[in-house]
């Protein structure tokens, strides 16, 4: 009877955490000069894949967008004009300290 409990509940808590992550939306850096090609680069333990002018994270986490993973990508990749999705984003002040010397 217990394995049949904890197999239920294992199954509820999967479904739960897969509805939830499904609901996250990309994030999205714009940089202000475009990458020369197609770049694969880990920001604050979230992956990111960079064209153009824009660095898309498809599944991002809980520090995705803080200015920890702006000033990576900024090492990488130059000034960051803008860094969230379409609910939040990081605050203009953020964004000057995260670029730093290159704004």
Not at 2 to 10: D, E, F, I, K, N
Not at 59 to 64: A, D, K, L, Q, S
Not at 80 to 91: E, K, M, T, V, Y
């Amino acid at each position: 009877m217990r394995l049949a409990a904890a197999l239920a509940t294992g199954l509820m808590l999967s479904m739960f955490t897969a509805g939830s992550a499904s609901a996250m939306e990309p994030v999205v850096a714009k940089l202000r000069a475009a990458t020369e090609k197609k770049v694969k680069f880990v920001a604050a333990g979230t992956i990111f894949q960079s064209e153009g002018t824009q660095c898309v994270a498809a599944v991002p986490n809980y520090r995705t967008i803080t200015l920890e993973a702006c000033r990576q990508l900024s090492r990488r990749f130059g000034a960051i004009d803008s860094l969230g999705d379409a609910r939040r984003s990081l605050s203009s002040e953020k964004l000057a300290t995260c670029n730093g010397s290159r704004a």
